[in-house]
Every structure is written in structure tokens, then in C-alpha cells.
């Protein structure tokens, strides 16, 4: 790890002009992948600007309905908050599936958004990796890539994104707000993420110097009726081989009103816009589940290793879907 | 249902067990030393191949740096025949990873900072790390590869019985690369001084790491001391002393008398100190209408290492297992250009078992018969090939008391018919062996202190496996005097020499050792010694050795649950029944055994080292990547054992605990996920896609 | 580059110049000689590590030691009260709910931290309804102390301590 000069931010203006002012700094919250990354030479900042200490450490329910989450609120705090436990059980499921306790403690809402891949030859830097070092080439791409993605993908790069709290905010359709040295804009988190096509060294839209303030999420009273399911190879602390977000509002047996995403699929939280498509207007039966999961996963395109995530997102969904109906119905 | 059941009487609890759970027993690398350097390690980014050039200007000039050492100035070492401890002795590249030179500084950061500035140039050339059935790179191991059996084994036409049986299974299992991963990293910090070397070192046993570092460095083995009192877990990847130990002490050299600190990073520990080698397995076994054995072939391919031969034998699981008229057990080896494998607990019968006890369960299914009474239906009366007696062989009251506890009675045979809302259930059975060893050649010493109190020193190793306790407990009972008047001093080469701590044999040799000791100081000293009184002594040749086959074994009994819609599996119940002797401490014991299925459950489910042979290292080599069991991949674990007098193995009656529990413990969660789904898995590890439909 | 900072740790107040790449771990380990929360990944993938850090469970490995100026650190050594064990550590003395040693002062950590956040009302990704408060069985100790692995597999055991600690 290169040396680096650390100072903790105690105004977000100040913190700002910091970050964007030196190509080399980046903003640190909990740590818990920027540190990782350091250690593994994937990062190599030459300041760190410590942002946990803004004040955007708390949880507000605002007058039109939303709730507003800020960036430094961390991932167990926010699992635990009520208004998210009772309005957005997706959220705060998909929280509690995400690492583990004492990492959650650390994790910041803007810091799980902001999280890398997991793709093993993106995180050595002994092997090649176009997202590392544009222009290297894709080691995954003809190697093991049974955590890599189905959707979205491109010949540069087969990520997958891996945070869970992601899945459900684009389930949710949240909004991010973002502070730069240009000033405030809001981003969905839908389109937060990018598809990596030629430049998948960018993961997201943001700029150098830009701030996660915090995120919002929409009123969605059908969200109360909502779960995260994640598939993966270890009953716990283990990242998804596939995940579903599914928020669904039935009326007498018709889905009036749906919300998917899925995530261990794609670059970015893959929101299901074909699948809700199929299911909106639809009777809620296992033959309009299938048909939902086929229209969404249409487009896969598998690798060696990962042929199996197309069943398993279907099945999954169709799960999913059949446990959040039987409960509305009931 | 509660998690491991307690015995009645439970033993003495650890007796290191307050500076564990607080935290204050000090393992290698936290030994107080003054003004330390650490080491980072350079390593080979190629699999095969050789260093053309090493710059390390850049370096050299990070604040402090005290040495980049690399081929072209660290000493020479005397060869010893172990191409692992050859360290920098020249430029060539065997495999992936492997150590290339060090950087010693004040800091870890600057050091890690430093090594990642030296540029090293290579000349590639091909290498091959895939690891396949083709003739350019298998072959037969030489006999004397492994001490005690030789590869291949043929008795009567196993072909023609073959052809007549009623019942054939013909069947091919595949094992993966499995990283031992103890919980602590090797570590080691070396020191020279007028005196020789001192090692604070990780180990399976620290006169074995002195005997091996002192010719290495071509000096007396009384001028080396190893102290190790307290090891984070070990599985056998500590049973060696690997490169890093003969690194960190060349770079110590260079030092002037400052300790050289170096702790392995746990992606090092997946290229550096050993692995569990991948194995492809074909077993055909034939039945008559009764289900009794007529034909049994098992034949294993593993992989070595073109760099150091590792010759572990798989098949010979079925050598001594059950009756069968005739017999033909090959094992053959392919040579790669990857680390070195190395004993990975049970080596050879952990992944020898699950494919021989997967085949009896397929025979179990085709011949319909129940898989318990299969087993005991081709129960030997004597150890087949051998035809020795067994010192004592209770694998058909393991089969009947577990199979009672467990509820096996009820079970209905037929595949893929349970139910219990998305999840499919089942149960399955294997058998577990595990050979009885004795390592001869420790030595033990007694000393009355004073006013009944007694001092035992044995330079044993204490790797998790509570030696400490049972050794105190076994030495108390000889001396006839409170667990409490024994104070046991080990893993240092402070105390007499000990074997390592390996093969189940801990408790057997040094146990043993102990109690001969305790019986020539007594004759030496009589039954009231003055304050000061010392014998050491050692344990003779068993008289027995060589007259009886010795054996624990055990029955595993697992519950699975596969989910319908994505193929999760879980282990909701296991119950482990074993006849392993005399057990010293049921407290400790039944964790032994509990360990051991715990990680049979992890090799089951989730443990695979996955190489991408176009670079040739693992590359899921971190604890993210490559999953052992966690908290929730483990339900209720129930462990109990069959009271078993055993005479003839060693004095103590101890037949070794330490690996048995993960014998079995694969084949038993794969029949019970058959059982469950109707789907026959055969290539471990039992990952959801594998049940996907 | 160096940065000075004051930790409590254990009760104790120390204050040390550390360079800003020190973790958390390294600094309590390599600088101040308390070697209780164990390095056994470095990567927050193991929970060897974990402490609790301001009241709360945290692995010590994966936070810079400069940017916990000021925090409370208690390690397992600072929960015994000299040779009385944390009722914790005595449910796991007496179930052998451990056998190298090596992740132990962590599991005790996070076990303590865990029960604290039980607690509070915390929720896992096993309970049942978000909306009720938490009833501590297997499942849930299973679940929460799944970030803390143990090799020698002692889980069983530890699952027994913890809930006859919390009982």
C-alpha cells in the first residue's frame, strides 16, 4: 500500500473541494471495501477525505411520504430503523443478507452503493482485468466465471455488481442525491450503476469529487408487502449467486402493481422491467410467474460457468412471486 | 434440538482455556521480541519458468528498508532433499506463487509498500496445471512413496466377478483441491544470535521443524530452539515446515541478531503450505443377491507436483474396509506445474471414503437393501488382505447404535418423495475408518517439585486438539496424584523430543510416552520421591505392532434439505457414532470429533480451491472466494462413541480421534441428499446448481 | 505519513503516532502489544479480528487506526475482569466451545456485541416478522455469528454458550 495523507472531513463543501481538487483522493466511510481494495493494490489513493463525520448519519420519514436516508447511516442502523422494517421490509432483508454483523456496523449506506465487483481477477492484480486496467483484457471471460453475470454484459467485462442493499434501493425505484463541485443532482438508482460495454472501468455515472448525500426513497405503500430472497453457496456471509427484490400489490388474485429487481446477474442491480411488463394486470399464478422470469431472462447470454443462474433466477423469482401473493391473498 | 450433546461426565475443561477465550495465549507471531523487522515475500507471477532479472532500486530507497533479499544475494543452503526449504538457491520458477525473495523493514506497510515496488523480469515457458486422466503426465508412484502401503493391490478376477454379480455399481467420484485454512496463518519469527536460531513458529511439531532448519542451515540442531506453545489450527498444512520458515530465517541472517517477523497472508496460504490434491475416483463393486461383496475396485488419480512429489493414496480406503472375495485397489498420480499437496486431515481417507461410501450407498439403492444393513452384511471376521486380527473392530455397533438414535428405523427407502414446504428431505449413512498410529521416539521427563507436585515435560504440540489436557490428565492418573499436582510443559525443543502432532497418533504416542515415563520414574524413584527426583524416558515397541489390524471407525448419520426451487442444501442433523478406544476426556474428544464432521460438512458443501489453469493458482484464494462451513451451514451435531477396551493398540488404549470425524461425513451428506432429490451428485463439492432442475 | 491519535483501549488511554496505513488491528496488535483480536484473513472475511469498537462489533482489520482517533476499543482480554471470565467466555470454558483458540476472542466479541444488539431489537435475515420483537433461538445465534468463522469447527458448541450466556 502506497502512503497516503488522511483527513477527516468536518463540512461536506470542505470535503468536496478536497476530493475533486486532487485526482488522487477519494472519500472513505466505513472502509470495509475501500481498505480491502488498498490492501489488495487495487486502489491506491493518495489521500483519503474521512466523510463519517458529516452529518448525514440519520434516517428521516419527510412530509410527502418519502424517507431520506443519509450516506453515513450505517447498513445496521438502517436495517433496524422501524419506518424501514415496516414500509420496506425489502430494504432492511436485503441489508441483514449482506455480510456480516460486525461488517454491517462499519458499512455506510453510500459505501454499499459504491462497492466494487467481487470478480476474483478484478480484485489480483496479478491477472489481467479491463475494469482494473483498461485494455489488459477479461480474464473471467474465458475462465472461471461462475459468479459473472448473464445480463448486460459486454465482451470487456462479466462482472457482476455485489451489493444486496443496491437490489432492493432499484427495486424501490430510489433516488440518489449526489453533491458535487458543480452542485446538487439527484440520480436515479436505477441508473446510479453502468453496463460496462467499453468502459467498464467505470462503474457508475458520478463524476471525481461528487458525494453521496443520501438516498430517497418513494412513499410505495405496496413496498410494506415486499421480500428479498438471496441464493447463495453458504446459508450466510456469502455473496449472491442470484438474488431477487420483488415488491408486488394485489387486488382479488390481479398483480394491479409490481416492482423487481435482481441482483448476481448483471454489472448494475438489475431492474426486471420485462417481467413486470408480463406481471402488471396479470393473475397472480404460477404460469404468469415462469412467463414473467422468461420474458426477464430472454436476453441471457451464459458463460462456462454460470449457466445454471438462468433456472435459478427463474425459479427464484417464481418463488418469490408465489410467497408474496399467497401472503397479500391470505 | 440442541447442538452437540454433553456427556455425563465431561472431563477436566482446556487447561489453557481462560488464555484462549481472553485471548492472552500467544501464538507465533505475538511473541514479545525487541525491535522487530517484518518480512513481505516476493513471489513468481508465472507458473513455470525463470527470474531473468530483479530490479530493486525503488525499493530499496522506501523509508525503512532493511533488505530486499532475493537469488542473487541470499546465502546457500545445504540441500536436504526438501525442494520446498530450497529457498532462493537459484532462478528457477516451479509453479504459481512461489517464493522469489523478501523484503525486511521496520514496518509491515513499508515492507508490503517495498515489495510491491521491485521489478522482476521472467522467461516464461509453458506449463501445465490441469489436472486430467492422460498418460504424458500419470504415472505409477514408486512403492516407498508412502511408508506404510504400496499403490496397487490385486486379489482374485475381479473382472469375472464382475460379470457374474447380481448387483454391480460402476461409478466415478471427483474430490476438488481442498486449502486447509486453519484459522491462524503461518507465522514464524526468527532470530539469530551467538547461540544459534530461535523460531517462535507455527507448527504440528517443533522438533520436527528444528531437525529439518538446522542441517538446512548447516548448523547443530542443539543450537536451534522452535517454541510453539500455542498453534491456531493446523488439518496437517503445519505438519512440515514450508518455504516460509527457511525464508524468514535466511533474511534473519542479514539482521545482526534483529527478530525477522512473518506472518503468511491468507491468499499466500493457498500457494505456499499445502493442499488437499484433486482426485478422480472409479469404484465398481459387485454383489451377490444378498448384497455380500463379491468384486471391489477402487481406482484414484491425484495430483502431485512436478516440483515435490506428494503421493497421497485414496483408494486404499479400500483395502481393509469390507469383505470381498476379490480385490484390485491402483493408485495413480499426474505431475503438474503447481505448489506442493501435503496431508490435509484424513489424507487419502477423507476423499478415498466419500467415494467408497457413496458406492455402497448406489449398491444399497440398486439391490434394495437398507444401507446400514448393507454394511453390516460385509462386516470381515478377520482385516481382509492381511488376514490379521482386529485389535478391535466396532463398526457394526457404531452402525446399530447410530442407526437407533437416529431414528433410522422409520425411513422410508424411496428417493425424492419427502416434503416439507420448498424443501426436499432426506437421510443418508457412511461408514468412517481411520488407521490406529504410534509414532515412536518421543521421550518424556518426570520431575518431583516438591510436596506432590510434579512437572512433565514433553516437547508435543498442542494444535487445538487438547493434548494439553489429556496429557496432564493421563500423567496424573499414572502418578496417582490430582489433575491438579501435574504441570505440563510442551511445544517448545526446550522439552524432550516428540513426534509431530499428525495421524491421529498425538494422544496414542505421546500418551503413552508419558506413562512409560511415568512407570521408569517410579521404578527409578519409588512412590515418595524427594523434591528434584527426575527420570526421562520413552515409550518401547508395542509387542502387538504388526500382530492385529487397529482401526477406529465410526457411523455417520446425516439429514439434508434440498430446496425445490434453487438447490440449496442444508444439514439441518448429523450424529456421529465412533469406537475409538479409550476416550481420555469425553470434553475435549467429543469437539475432536465434532471438528472433524464440522468439516466434513464444509468439504460436502461448499470447499473448492477452483484453478484457472491458464495461470495455474487457485483462484478463489481468499476466505470470500473459497467458503468453509460458517455458524449457520451447521445445525445440531450430535457425537457419542461406543465404550471400547482396546489392549493391544498402546499402553493408554487410545486409537486416535483427530481425523475420523471428517471419514464419512461427505459420503453420508451426499447419499442423504440422493435420498432427498432422487439426484445423484458424485463430483463434491454439493453446490446448488448441481441440484437445479 | 504519521498522525497522531489517542485510542482507549481496554480502559486504558493510549496515545501513539501511527502511519495512516496502520488498520485498526495492526495498531493494537504490532504497536501496543495487544494481541487478543487476531489477524486471520486481514480482509473481513474471517471475524478473527472483531472488537468492539465504540460499543459495537467491528473487525479491526478492514478500518485505518487514524480514523478512529479518540474510540473506545475493548478486546476480549478487556471483558474477563482480571481472572474472571465475561459469563460469555464462561459458557464457552465450560461447553469447549473452541479448541484452537485462534478465532475465540473474536467469537467473543461479536458474541457480546451480538447480544447487545438482540438487545435493542435487531433483526436478522432469519427473523421471521421485521415488525415483532426478536426471540434469541439456534437460528438466530446461527445466523448472526455466521461472520465469524471457526476451522476447527466448533459451532455447535459455541451456539450452546451463547445461549446459556443469554439465558
Redesign the interface.
Known amino acids: 500500500m502506497k502512503p497516503f495523507d488522511y483527513q477527516r472531513a468536518t463540512d461536506a463543501d470542505s470535503a468536496i473541494s478536497l476530493v475533486s481538487g486532487d485526482p488522487e483522493a477519494r472519500y472513505i466511510g466505513g472502509g470495509t471495501n475501500l481498505v480491502d481494495h488498498m490492501k489488495l493494490g487495487i486502489a491506491e489513493p493518495g489521500k483519503l477525505v474521512d466523510i463519517t463525520r458529516l452529518p448525514y448519519d440519520s434516517v428521516e420519514s419527510l412530509p410527502d411520504g418519502r424517507v431520506r436516508i443519509g450516506a453515513t447511516v450505517r447498513n445496521s442502523d438502517l436495517a433496524a430503523e422501524p419506518v424501514i422494517r415496516q414500509r420496506y421490509p425489502v430494504l432492511a432483508q436485503a441489508l441483514l443478507s449482506g455480510a456480516s454483523g460486525q461488517l454491517r456496523n462499519l458499512a455506510t449506506t453510500g459505501g454499499n452503493l459504491l462497492q466494487r465487483t467481487r470478480c476474483s481477477y478484478f480484485q489480483d492484480v496479478t491477472t489481467p482485468c479491463n475494469k482494473r486496467e483498461p485494455g489488459s483484457g477479461c480474464s473471467a471471460l474465458e475462465g472461471w466465471n461462475r459468479h459473472h453475470a448473464v445480463l448486460g454484459a459486454s465482451e470487456r467485462c462479466v462482472a457482476t455488481h455485489p451489493s444486496d442493499m443496491a437490489v432492493a434501493l432499484a427495486a424501490l425505484d430510489a433516488d440518489v442525491l449526489v453533491e458535487g463541485p458543480d452542485g446538487q443532482r439527484t440520480v436515479p438508482v436505477t441508473e446510479l450503476h453502468r453496463l460496462p460495454g467499453d468502459e467498464p472501468e467505470r462503474d457508475t455515472v458520478l463524476r471525481h469529487g461528487e458525494l453521496v448525500t443520501a438516498v430517497e426513497l418513494p412513499s410505495l405503500p405496496f413496498a410494506s408487502r415486499s421480500r428479498y430472497r438471496k441464493v447463495r453457496d453458504r446459508a450466510s456471509f456469502a455473496f449472491a449467486l442470484v438474488s431477487v427484490a420483488a415488491a408486488v400489490e394485489l387486488v382479488e388474485g390481479t398483480i394491479t402493481d409490481v416492482r423487481i429487481a435482481l441482483g448476481g446477474l448483471a454489472h448494475k442491480p438489475w431492474r426486471a422491467t420485462e417481467a413486470e411488463r408480463v406481471l402488471r394486470g396479470a393473475p397472480a399464478t404460477e404460469e404468469t410467474f415462469r412467463a414473467a422470469a422468461d420474458a426477464e431472462l430472454a436476453a441471457a447470454r451464459t458463460l462456462r460457468d454460470n449457466e445454471f443462474k438462468v433456472p435459478m433466477t427463474r425459479n427464484t423469482l417464481a418463488s418469490v412471486l408465489r410467497e408474496l401473493t399467497r401472503q397479500e391473498g391470505s | 434440538m440442541?447442538?452437540?450433546t454433553?456427556a455425563t461426565s465431561p472431563g477436566p475443561?482446556?487447561i489453557?482455556?481462560?488464555?484462549?477465550?481472553?485471548?492472552?495465549?500467544?501464538?507465533a507471531?505475538?511473541h514479545?521480541v525487541a525491535d522487530p523487522l517484518y518480512l513481505h515475500p516476493l513471489r513468481a507471477?508465472i507458473a513455470r519458468g525463470r527470474v531473468t532479472s530483479v530490479d530493486t532500486t525503488a525499493a530499496e530507497r522506501v523509508d525503512g528498508v532493511r533488505l530486499v533479499l532475493t537469488h542473487h544475494n541470499a546465502e546457500a543452503l545445504v540441500p536436504i532433499g526438501d525442494p520446498e526449504l530450497a529457498v532462493l538457491q537459484s532462478d528457477e520458477i516451479a509453479f504459481r506463487g512461489q517464493l522469489i525473495g523478501a523484503v525486511v523493514a521496520e514496518?509491515?506497510?513499508s515492507a508490503?509498500?517495498a515489495a510491491?515496488l521491485v521489478e522482476i523480469r521472467y522467461e516464461r515457458m509453458a506449463h501445465d496445471s490441469d489436472f486430467r486422466d492422460d498418460a504424458d503426465i500419470v504415472y505409477t508412484p514408486d512403492a516407498d512413496a508412502s511408508p506404510m502401503l504400496s499403490p496397487d493391490l490385486e486379489e482374485g478376477d475381479v473382472d469375472a466377478a464382475l460379470a457374474d454379480a447380481a448387483f454391480t455399481v460402476d461409478a466415478t467420484y471427483t474430490t476438488p483441491t481442498e486449502h486447509?485454512?486453519?484459522?491462524?496463518?503461518h507465522a514464524v519469527i526468527a532470530a539469530w544470535d551467538d547461540d544459534g536460531l530461535t523460531l517462535h513458529d507455527s507448527n504440528q511439531g517443533s522438533h520436527l521443524v528444528r531437525d529439518l532448519i538446522a542441517p538446512l542451515f548447516g548448523v547443530d540442531k542443539e543450537r536451534v530452539s522452535v517454541i510453539s506453545p500455542?498453534?491456531?489450527?493446523?488439518?496437517g498444512s503445519k505438519g512440515m515446515p514450508h518455504g516460509h520458515v527457511a525464508l524468514t530465517a535466511l533474511a534473519a541472517r542479514h539482521t545482526a541478531g534483529r527478530p525477522v517477523k512473518y506472518?503468511l497472508?491468507?491468499t499466500q496460504m493457498f500457494e505456499l503450505v499445502g493442499y488437499r490434491p484433486p482426485t478422480r475416483q472409479r469404484v465398481r463393486l459387485g454383489a451377490d443377491r444378498e448384497g455380500r461383496l463379491v468384486a471391489t475396485e477402487h481406482d484414484s488419480l491425484e495430483q502431485t507436483s512436478r516440483f515435490k512429489q506428494y503421493a497421497e493414496q485414496s483408494a486404499s480406503a479400500s483395502r481393509e474396509m469390507y469383505t470381498s472375495p476379490n480385490r484390485r485397489v491402483t493408485n495413480r498420480l499426474a505431475a503438474l506445474d503447481v505448489p506442493a499437496p501435503t496431508w490435509m486431515r484424513a489424507p487419502g481417507e477423507a476423499g478415498g471414503m466419500y467415494a467408497l461410501e457413496s458406492a455402497m450407498d448406489e449398491l444399497a439403492v440398486s439391490a434394495g437393501i437398507d444401507p446400514v444393513e448393507l454394511r453390516l452384511r460385509n462386516e470381515p471376521e478377520v482385516a481382509p488382505v492381511s488376514g490379521l486380527p482386529f485389535s478391535s473392530r466396532n463398526l457394526p455397533a457404531c452402525l446399530r447404535e447410530g442407526a437407533e438414535r437416529f431414528g433410522w428405523h422409520e425411513r422410508d427407502p424411496r428417493p425424492g418423495v419427502r416434503r416439507e414446504g420448498?424443501w426436499l428431505v432426506g437421510t443418508g449413512v457412511a461408514a468412517s475408518s481411520f488407521p490406529s498410529l504410534f509414532f515412536p521416539g518421543s521421550l518424556a521427563t518426570i520431575r518431583h517439585e516438591s510436596g506432590g507436585k510434579y512437572r512433565v515435560e514433553i516437547g508435543a504440540v498442542d494444535?487445538?486438539?487438547?493434548s494439553r489436557t489429556a496429557l496432564t490428565q493421563l500423567a496424573a492418573e499414572a502418578l496417582e496424584v490430582p489433575v491438579e499436582a501435574v504441570e505440563l510443559w510442551l511445544g517448545s525443543t526446550e522439552q524432550p523430543h516428540a513426534s509431530l502432532a499428525g495421524g491421529s497418533a498425538g494422544t496414542a504416542s505421546w500418551g503413552s510416552t508419558v506413562v512409560e515415563a511415568v512407570r521408569a520414574f517410579r521404578t527409578e524413584h519409588g512412590h515418595d520421591p524427594v523434591s528434584g527426583a527426575e527420570t526421562t524416558a520413552g515409550a518401547g515397541k508395542n509387542p502387538d505392532a504388526g500382530e492385529y489390524a487397529m482401526h477406529s471407525y465410526g457411523a455417520q448419520f446425516a439429514e439434508v434439505r434440498v430446496n425445490a426451487?434453487?438447490?440449496?442444501v442444508?444439514v439441518p442433523r448429523m450424529l456421529g457414532v465412533f469406537a475409538a478406544g479409550r476416550i481420555v476426556n469425553p470434553?475435549?474428544a467429543?469437539?475432536?470429533f465434532?471438528?472433524?464432521?464440522?468439516?466434513g460438512i464444509?468439504m460436502a458443501?461448499?470447499e473448492h480451491s477452483?484453478v484457472?489453469e491458464?495461470?495455474g493458482h487457485v483462484?478463489?484464494?481468499?476466505?470470500?472466494?473459497y467458503?468453509?462451513?460458517?455458524?449457520?451451514?451447521?445445525g445440531?451435531?450430535e457425537v457419542d462413541w461406543i465404550d471400547e477396551h482396546d489392549p493391544h493398540v498402546n499402553p493408554v488404549g487410545v486409537k486416535g480421534i483427530g481425523e475420523i470425524g471428517i471419514v464419512g461425513t461427505a459420503a453420508a451428506i451426499g447419499n442423504a441428499a440422493h435420498h432427498a432429490t432422487g439426484v445423484r451428485v458424485r463430483d463434491l463439492p454439493l453446490?446448488?446448481?448441481k441440484f437445479?432442475? | 505519513m504519521d498522525s497522531e491519535i489517542t485510542l482507549w483501549v481496554d480502559g486504558r488511554r493510549e496515545t501513539l503516532s501511527v502511519d495512516t496505513r496502520t488498520t485498526l488491528l495492526d495498531a493494537l496488535r504490532e504497536r501496543l502489544g495487544v494481541t487478543s483480536p487476531k489477524k486471520g484473513c486481514d480482509h473481513g472475511q474471517c471475524g478473527a479480528c472483531t472488537v468492539l469498537l465504540d460499543g459495537r462489533r467491528a473487525t479491526s482489520c478492514l478500518t485505518f487506526a487514524v480514523a478512529n482517533d479518540e474510540s473506545e476499543v475493548v478486546t476480549a482480554e478487556g471483558l474477563a475482569e482480571g481472572d474472571e471470565p465475561h459469563p460469555v467466555q464462561r459458557a464457552l470454558l465450560e461447553n469447549d466451545g473452541f479448541q484452537c483458540g485462534y478465532c475465540t476472542p473474536g467469537q467473543v466479541c461479536s458474541a457480546v456485541g451480538m447480544l447487545d444488539e438482540v438487545k435493542s431489537g435487531w433483526p436478522s435475515y432469519v427473523t421471521e416478522d421485521l415488525d415483532e420483537s426478536v426471540e434469541l433461538d439456534e437460528d438466530e445465534i446461527r445466523e448472526r455469528m455466521s461472520g465469524n468463522l471457526c476451522r476447527c469447527g466448533a459451532y455447535a458448541n459455541i451456539v450452546t454458550a451463547i445461549r446459556e450466556a443469554a439465558e
Not at chain 2, 180 to 185: A, R, V, Y
Not at chain 2, 230 to 235: D, Q, R
Open positions: 440442541t447442538g452437540a454433553r475443561e482446556r489453557e482455556g481462560h488464555a484462549k477465550v481472553t485471548g492472552t495465549a500467544r501464538y507471531f505475538e514479545p507471477t514496518t509491515q506497510e508490503a509498500h510491491d486447509h485454512n486453519p484459522l491462524e496463518p500455542h498453534v491456531g489450527g493446523a488439518f506472518a497472508s491468507r420448498d494444535i487445538g486438539t487438547g426451487d434453487t438447490g440449496e442444508r470434553r475435549t467429543r469437539s475432536q465434532l471438528g472433524g464432521m464440522t468439516m464444509s458443501l461448499h477452483v484457472d491458464r495461470f483462484v478463489n484464494h481468499d476466505l470470500a472466494g467458503h468453509i462451513a460458517g455458524n449457520a451451514d451447521v445440531s451435531v453446490t446448488p446448481e437445479l432442475r
